[in-house]
């Protein structure tokens, strides 16, 4: 503004000399070298007017050179013209787009202060799902843990249940050999039996020498059965422990098959717990870094926001300054039409 002005002030202080000057270079360029221009000053336009003086008779000559610097000059000054007109509608432009821009930028820093405050509420949550999951995590071990101890007292319980098992086929095969035994005695038995019997026949037939072997003969028939008696009970007895056996056994394969099933499905659900404290740990890490970026993010936005309102700021002083321009060039248009003017009326 202060170049304007002085620009100006310059015009005006060196415009009237010029333009008188110009009056008696007209009428030298019409022919009339009685002329004198008169001295008013001893700066450059009295020395110029003293020069004129002295070359006057030199002034047809000069003249036309004189008369083509003032079409060039009016040339010139067109082009300045144009050119200040260009300026003007770039700085029109530029003040437009500068006051677009400021709005744009206006929007986009409301923006990032809307990301900035979301970042912030995520890595809130965040924080509270990687807490979350670390009481998840920590459940997790724990169960983790109780179905190892489930699977060991699994693996336990099917080692007593084979010992048991063990036992039981043990028991099974002695009663099997105590029912051999049982069968030799009753053999036993069934011959002692028939020998009595045949022992009694002859003794029947001895007369009265042979009575008293009767009577020994018939005690032993009659002992004989008893111990078939015994043996026949022994044996039903032996069979139903047998038959028991047998039932405790296949109660007992079944008992393995139920507890190894058992055994299998805690050990899958220990390996499932494993699964799920490695998701955990993952869950968890994941919200970490989550967190943390969330949390640059919300940093990066604020300090995006506080950029672009200085942005902004700038923006507007770059407006104004458009602005002071478009009126100094309208300043500028002002004088170069009156220099435009002046030129036309001295040419």
């Known amino acids: 503004v202060m ?3 002085a620009l100006f002030y310059l015009l005006r202080t060196v415009t009237a000399p010029i333009m008188e ?15 004198q221009i008169p001295v008013k000053s001893n700066d450059e336009l009295g020395l110029l007017a ?17 008369q083509l610097l003032i079409y060039s000059i009016s040339d010139t000054i067109e082009t300045l013209s144009i050119t200040i007109n260009e300026i003007f509608q770039i700085s029109t432009q530029q003040a437009t787009g500068a006051t677009e821009q400021a709005a744009s930028i206006q929007e986009v820093a409301s923006t990032s202060k809307e990301i ?5 509420r995520i890595a809130q949550r965040s924080e509270e799902v990687s807490k979350t999951a670390e009481k998840t995590s920590e459940a997790s071990a724990k169960g983790k843990d109780y179905m ?11 080692e007593r249940v084979t010992n048991v098992s063990q036992r039981i086929l043990e028991l099974g095969e002695q009663s099997q050999e105590i029912s051999s035994v049982i069968n030799i005695i009753n053999e036993i038995s069934e011959q002692t039996t028939l020998l009595a019997f045949n022992a009694a026949i002859e003794a ?3 007369g009265e020498a042979g009575r008293r072997f009767s009577v020994v003969a018939g005690e032993v028939r009659r002992l004989a059965g008893r111990t078939l008696e015994a043996t026949k009970m022994v044996r039903e007895m032996v069979e139903t422990i047998q038959r028991l056996t047998n039932q ?10 139920t507890v ?10 220990g390996e499932y717990f494993g699964y799920i404290l490695s998701m955990v740990e993952t869950t968890t890490q994941a919200a970490v870094e989550i967190k943390l970026s969330t949390q640059q993010q919300s940093t990066a936005s604020e300090q995006m926001a506080s950029t672009l309102m200085e942005i902004t700021q700038v923006v507007s002083e770059s407006e104004k300054g458009a602005k002071k321009i478009e009126r100094a060039i309208d300043g500028l248009n002002e004088l170069v039409s009156k220099l435009t003017k002046l030129i036309s009326e001295k040419g």
Do not use: C, P
């Open 204 to 206: 029947a037939g001895a």
């Open 21 to 35: 000057i110009s009056s008696y270079a007209q009428k030298i360029g019409q022919g009339d070298l009685s002329v």
């Open 50 to 66: 003293q020069t004129i003086n002295e070359m006057v008779k030199g002034m047809e000559e000069r003249s036309h050179k004189l």
């Open 3 to 5: 170049f304007l002005l």
């Open 148 to 158: 190892t101890s489930v699977v060991e007292g699994m693996e336990n319980i099917k």
């Open 116 to 120: 900035a405050a979301t970042a912030g």
């Open 248 to 257: 405790i056994v296949m109660l007992s394969e079944e008992e393995m098959k």
């Open 260 to 269: 190894e099933n058992g055994s299998h499905l805690v050990q899958s659900m």
